[in-house]
Nanobody, 124 residues
Framework: QVQLVESGGGLVQAGGSLRLTCAAS????????MGWFRRAPGKEREFVAA????????WYADFVKGRFTISRDNAKNTVYLEMNSLKPEDTAVYYC?????????????????WGQGTQVTVSS
């Protein structure tokens, strides 16, 4: 089992920045990659970004390219999501997830472990 705890969400004005943190514990040696997803009110959960544990390869949703950056600190079993130039449409609950096997890291079915989520609200 892997436990994930997100932090860093909050209320920010449009154009502002936030840094989300996801701390993993438990069987962290089994993690292949970690990802961030989000669910906006009334919408389906969607992929935001992912990073592989070993090489640090990254994947991003088109709507965050150039604005968000995912990074990792393997020594701390922590993944970060730096979010800049935030827009009101970025308002959502952001979830961290970990994958135990290689796969399509843009697909939420690849991730067996999920955090509880952290709310990000961007005001206009």
């Amino acid at each position: 089992q892997v436990q994930l705890v997100e932090s860093g969400g909050g209320l920010v004005q449009a154009g502002g920045s936030l840094r989300l943190t996801c701390a993993a514990s438990g069987r962290t040696f089994s993690i292949y990659a970690m990802g961030w997803f989000r669910r906006a009110p009334g919408k389906e959960r969607e992929f935001v970004a992912a990073i592989s544990r070993s090489r640090g390869s990254t994947w991003y949703a088109d709507f965050v390219k150039g604005r968000f950056t995912i990074s990792r600190d393997n020594a701390k079993n922590t993944v970060y999501l730096e979010m800049n130039s935030l827009k009101p449409e970025d308002t959502a609950v952001y979830y961290c997830a970990s994958a135990s096997y290689p796969g399509n890291y843009k697909d939420d079915v690849t991730y067996p472990y999920w955090g509880q989520g952290t709310q990000v609200t961007v005001s206009s």
